[in-house]
């Protein structure tokens, strides 16, 4: 089976959880990095986790961004 890549952006505007991938059925998911830039002017916090089914990963639980930095 031939590895397919994907690079999936988005800019975050509320506070509200939202999906950035979903893995297709019966495939594999490789996420190699995950950036994140605070691009407001104000510092901010970030909640990153991963899914599978019912099991959920914390990557991150309210990390600090500060104003216009990158993490």
């Known amino acids: 089976m031939a590895n397919t890549y994907t690079n999936a952006k ?27 830039s605070e691009d407001s002017g104000n510092a901010d916090t970030i909640t990153v986790t991963l899914t599978n ?11 600090s961004i500060s104003a216009n930095a990158t993490a």
């Open 53 to 63: 089914g019912t099991s959920v990963f914390s990557l991150f639980k309210t990390k």
């Open 10 to 36: 988005l800019d975050l505007g509320n506070t509200s959880a939202t999906t950035l991938y979903t893995c297709a059925t019966g495939t594999t998911a490789i996420f190699k990095s995950i950036i994140v």
